[in-house]
């Protein structure tokens, strides 16, 4: 009961800290389809409006509204940034615009679906910027299949650079020279140009990746204001670590650029070298303790005050501060992974740089911590960012993960009651846990074909990653396309991640069916059983627990479901 008092306490701590925090701006998107037909409300009776967290770019937040008989739609969107690019998508239109707080308004013409390349009219905010960005988004895109990119086999960045930034001004001049944005209005020129340049620096980022090369020397410059200030990092042989795709502070987000930031992320994480040591300086450790341990003597806090500006640490100081850390392990285990990051990453890059990887720890342990550390993670990284569109970003991500907060509780509070290790819940919304470590792997797969026949199973292997968070999301959405009880579900975990993480995972996505926990021995037989070579991975029985296919399509894969369907349920 400990561990549930001190997640209660920590979300109060979150709800009542989040009120001082800056309020996000709201988009309304409202319009009407004209010419609906009855067909067509069938066919697509919603519209759906999507941007992306810069945090988290690979992840769309999404709006979807009903239609009303007559055609019309609204809905309602937060945005972080004063602008944001925003990707409106009915039926077979699919139409980039720029959403700012206030009114965007669209009227789309049902009976132009098929016959013009923008059957829609924006009206509102951005009204002109985004009626014009619509003409160039399709003129672009027809120029483009007539006029494609050359290629490059190079495997220089710098010579790479220098072939993506060819192809950039060629598109930019294409725009510039388009008769209709010869005066174009200044904000249409910095969302093209500002998504065009950003596409390079993502290709650039991702280049260096895949060949497994840093930024070259010819590439960094210095900044004007970290020059001025004095404060670029330094990097090997004293050169400053700033590059021509540094991190720009716009108030403009376009998908480009927040997946050049996520690019540049995944690039640090690749290619920065690994700390010497694996602890924090004792001064470190001393500032900790003083902001997070409350009961403490003023000799002990005199003490630390001391050590934590500089002062040198005796044995018994050394002990002292084992023992303060040890009355709350948990929580400064959890911000020392943080600290030890923050430290490795801030010897590489310039200020810009460490607050966005900075914010982005978060994200990158989001499928394999446990929600009590990211509420502890949360409340420690967020004042030690300088950006403001980060903090609200990352208020926007930790509010979405504390949604299922009371859920996520009483399924904790339920597997606390069973046999340890050895047990099968229901825990709500037709979501069954299930673990049997006491079982070998053999045993364990003949018990689950007995528990499922009777009708065709569908079974999912996933890992604790965005792969597999993005299968169990959408298994729901097939799971729900289908006549209940027609096709069992059943999802089976990695053995590695802890059994909170397990548990936390399955009840935010939702899905329905059996989840089964397994252990390495369980985990090494399946895997030699389907031929698994890859997570996540799927397998198809028909109702007498037979194969039907290893290998079988992912959730997602309409066009492997569409070939294996008659197979599944035999007329």
Not at 279 to 285: A, C, D, G
Not at 306 to 313: D, F, L, V
Not at 419 to 442: H, P
Request: hydrophobic share 40%; charged share 25%.
């Amino acid at each position: 009961m400990k561990l549930r008092w001190y997640f209660f306490s920590a979300l109060v701590l979150f709800l009542s800290t989040q009120n001082t925090y800056a309020q996000t701006d709201t988009l309304v998107v409202r319009g009407k389809i004209e010419n609906l037909t009855a067909r067509l409300y069938r066919q697509a009776p919603e519209v759906i409006v999507a941007r992306v967290n810069i945090l988290q770019p690979n992840h769309e937040i999404i709006r979807a509204a009903p239609l009303q008989p007559n055609g019309s739609f609204e809905l309602k969107m937060p945005l972080i940034f004063p602008k944001e690019e925003c990707y409106l998508t009915y039926n077979n239109v699919v139409m980039p615009f720029l959403g700012s707080k206030g009114i965007v308004e669209v009227t789309i013409y049902a009976d132009s679906l098929i016959k013009s390349d923008i059957p829609l009219r924006f009206a509102g905010v951005n009204a002109e910027v985004n009626n014009l960005h619509a003409q160039f988004y399709v003129q672009r895109k027809k120029w483009l299949e007539a006029n494609p990119a050359t290629t490059t086999n190079t495997t220089d960045p710098s010579k790479y650079w220098q072939h993506l930034d060819t192809e950039s001004n060629r598109q930019i001049e294409f725009f510039r020279a388009l008769p209709a944005f010869t005066k174009a209005p200044p904000l249409l020129e910095e969302w093209v140009v500002s998504s065009i340049e950003n596409t390079a620096k993502a290709q650039l980022y991702s280049f260096l990746q895949q060949t497994l090369q840093r930024v070259p020397n010819s590439l960094w410059v210095i900044s004007s204001t970290e020059a001025e200030q004095r404060t670029t990092r330094m990097g090997p042989q004293g050169k400053p670590i700033v590059t021509v795709a540094d991190l720009d502070q716009s108030s403009l987000l376009t998908f480009a650029r927040a997946d050049f930031f996520r690019q540049f992320s995944a690039h640090a994480q690749l290619t920065t070298p690994a700390l010497s040591v694996s602890s924090l300086p004792v001064s470190k450790v001393a500032s900790l303790i003083l902001t997070y341990i409350t009961n403490i003597t003023e000799e002990q806090k005199s003490k630390l005050l001391e050590i934590s500006q500089g002062g040198s640490a005796k044995t018994r100081d050394l002990t002292m501060l084992n023992n303060l850390f040890n009355k709350k392990r948990d929580t400064l285990e959890a911000i020392n992974t943080f600290e030890l990051e923050n430290r490795r990453y801030s010897f590489y890059f310039g200020d810009r740089g460490v607050d966005y990887l900075n914010a982005t720890f978060y994200v990158r342990h989001l499928y394999t911590a446990p929600i009590l550390n990211k509420m502890v993670w949360y409340q420690h990284i967020r004042p030690t960012l300088t950006s403001p569109y980060y903090q609200k970003s990352l208020d926007e991500l930790h509010h979405i993960e504390c949604n299922d907060s009371t859920a996520i509780n009483e399924a904790h509070d339920i597997v606390d009651l069973q046999t340890r290790g050895n047990f099968e819940a229901e825990v709500g919304n037709g979501i069954t846990l299930y673990q049997k470590i006491y079982m070998g792997g053999r045993e364990f797969w003949d018990e689950i074909k007995r528990k499922v026949r009777g009708a065709p199973t569908y079974l999912i292997f996933w890992t604790n990653d965005e792969y597999g968070m993005r299968a169990l999301a959408e298994a729901r959405q097939l799971e729900a396309s289908l006549p209940k009880g027609q096709l069992n579900f059943v999802y089976l975990s990695e053995y590695k991640e802890d059994n909170n993480v397990w548990v936390e995972n399955v009840i935010k996505r939702k899905s329905r069916g059996l989840h089964g926990k397994l252990t390495q021995d369980q985990n090494e037989f399946l895997e030699a059983e389907w031929e698994i070579t890859r997570a996540p991975y799927a397998v198809l029985l028909d109702a007498q627990g037979r194969y039907i296919k290893r290998d079988a399509p992912l959730p997602g894969d309409r066009e492997g479901w569409s070939k294996i369907w008659p197979k599944v349920f035999k007329r």
